[in-house]
């Protein structure tokens, strides 16, 4: 099964307004990244945080991490259409070898 | 651009057959890794490897191999296709052997018919 789980599956949103996307874990982390991915495309790095920090800010994401609750947030403020992607959170396996992903947020931002 | 680069960008074959990917990281980059990505299955880490030997593994069939060279490009071998194979296959490079930031290349996209 999935590490990182995404909620929404989808959301819809007119250009201006906030998106905020959801990630839960199961285990424990050594850090939690983000990453966009435009249709059909390869991966973009967005933001890295670590398991011992909670909030990290770049431009206009904003991620939260709860270790407590083993889950994190991404937040995307002001909107644009070119935001419309899919977005994944993952995790680093025990080992901290390799990425474990979410099946993903889809963001579509409307003008 | 990532600096990673993946050929070919498509490739479609037969049930049966055997296909090979190529992978070449960003300059640098000693790990390399490996995912599939399907509709079904979502985004699932195959395979890393770190300055050539095989350093984790996961989701990968057994019909399927890696190697990581001593330039350390690496190929994905994929043997005995199924219809199921079918996919977008992803590397990745990073500096290190750790789960850091990943820098990924534009996939291969297979059609197995």
């Known amino acids: 099964s999935q590490q990182g789980e995404e909620d929404p599956q989808a959301l819809s949103i007119q250009e201006g307004e906030n998106a905020t996307m959801n990630c839960s874990y199961k285990t424990s982390i050594n850090n939690l990244q983000w990453y966009r991915q435009n249709s059909g495309r390869g991966l973009v790095h967005l933001i890295l945080i670590r398991s011992n920090e909670r909030e990290k800010h770049s431009g206009r994401l904003r991620v939260t991490l709860d270790t407590s609750k083993k889950s994190s947030s991404l937040l995307i403020t002001a909107s644009r259409a070119a935001d419309t992607a899919s977005y994944f959170c993952a995790t680093d396996n025990q080992a901290g070898t390799a990425l474990i992903f979410g099946k993903g947020t889809t963001l579509s931002v409307s003008s | 651009d990532s600096g990673v680069t993946q050929t070919p960008k498509h490739l479609i074959t037969a049930t049966g057959q055997r296909v090979t990917l190529r992978c070449s990281p960003r300059s640098g980059d000693l790990s390399v890794y490996w995912y599939q990505q399907s509709l079904d299955q979502g985004l699932q880490f195959l395979i890393q490897y770190y300055n050539g030997e095989e350093r984790a593994k996961g989701n990968i069939l057994e019909r399927f191999s890696a190697q990581q060279f001593p330039d350390l490009h690496s190929e994905l071998n994929l043997s005995s296709l199924e219809l199921g194979d079918s996919a977008l296959y992803f590397c990745?490079?990073?500096?290190?052997?750790?789960?850091?930031?990943?820098?990924f290349g534009p996939g291969t996209r297979l059609t197995v018919t």
């Open positions: 990745a490079s990073s500096p290190h052997g750790l789960a850091s930031e990943q820098y």
